[in-house]
């Protein structure tokens, strides 16, 4: 009966799902469709595989969890129906407002300035990335300020690539490719995710995912992806333990248990979740984490107060983790957040709604830019993930923020540049403002 609920939440937002998005209103979904993939491939499916005894989570062996039991995943079903009612709930809630085709013909060709800033960001990036550790030792650090910021800009960079790619000429685009090489060198999966999310986010507000033949090849590609990023997780763990391996053996490991490998490379979802309700009871609320999504940029110089990272902390804490956080899933997150189950709920409706106001703004780079903060809170739940999509998107704000101070006609000047690379022709009906709904005018197809 649990099973049966879950599936019909699940069927009935993917149905959603796949209506709107055949009509080329990606953004209008967004929030759901990531929520519901992530609650099927990471929690569902892994629990799954764990009651059969054909999964073995880290914290299970480590001996700080126990095996998924028949009764427990019961339970838990139910908990993740309510929760994925919760998130399409507060969507549709924020999106019911906005008109049919709102979201259609968002996609603008990209400016001089815009290709200007992609290489600015991608030779500042790399300048400052080739002074910081390297490889798998960047994992988890923290604390490296401006120097750590400008280094994320490299994927910023690449990702306004992605993003503009079928418009792009061919030096361009050997430009992305050879960028996406270099970042997969460095074994994280992280910033591979983002040009990906960038380059879909472009496809669809092409109109590119109304044709079947364009949505199978990114289901393929993504199937791949995640293939292959099982083959770079089991490839730098064996780096850290300084075992010998192959590329060849690694990828021979992978394809001969498919199913299992991506989970046994570090989707810690399930674990996250299952921990924060142990802890719930013995762990006091921490609203005050939530601030570190935008509170990260403030200097403990300035914030000497300024709390550690929930995630990093209860790692530190149970696990014996250093730098890094176990991802917690959002649920379990706001749960220990809230200090409560319902708490957790309450804090999920607020969160989506706000998710889902911000989907309905935004469009172009900064519509990229949800698209990761929605993925990576699903997968993760924490503060970092919101901070980690914001932080992504400060090169283009800038550049918008100093093109609006340099005209010098105020906000509405400011939206205008930042809805199209150009002036608009009044001749022109797809920039014309009559032809836009109200609901569409304020961030579409900058960039």
Known sequence: MELLLFVIVSAAILTRSWRWVSQGELSRVLLSTTACIVYITCLFVPAELAVHSQLRSKLTAAGVLNGVTDRELSDLLVRWSVELAIVVAGEILVMSRVSRGAFEGTYRPPSTGILVLAYACVGSGLFAFATLVSGTEARGTSGLG??????SFYVSG???LGYHLASLATVHRVVFALGVVYQATSLTRSP???????????????GGLRRKRVFLVIAV???IAVLGSSVMSALRGAALRDEAVTASGTVGAVLE?????????GVDTLDGYRLSQRLSPVEPARPA???LAVGSFVPRSIWPDKPQDLSVDISRKYLGYRNSGQFLSPVGYLTLAGGSYLAGLALLGLLCVLFAFANRKCAGLLAVAMAV????F??????????????LALPWLAYWSVQWAVSGQGVTKFYSMANSPTEPDPNDWRRSSESISPAGRDLRGHG
């Open 158 to 160: 690449l990702a306004i």
């Open 257 to 265: 248990n498919p199913l299992e490998a991506p989970y046994q490379g």
């Open 221 to 223: 590609v993504a199937i």
């Open 192 to 206: 591979l995710v983002v040009i990906g999310l960038a380059v879909v986010v472009g496809v669809a507000h092409r």
């Open 146 to 151: 401006v120097q750590n910021l400008i280094a």
């Open 289 to 291: 984490d939530l601030l």
């Open 378 to 391: 699903f997968i993760g739940g924490g503060s970092f993930d919101i901070t980690y999509g914001i932080r």
């Open 373 to 376: 903060i929605c993925f990576r």
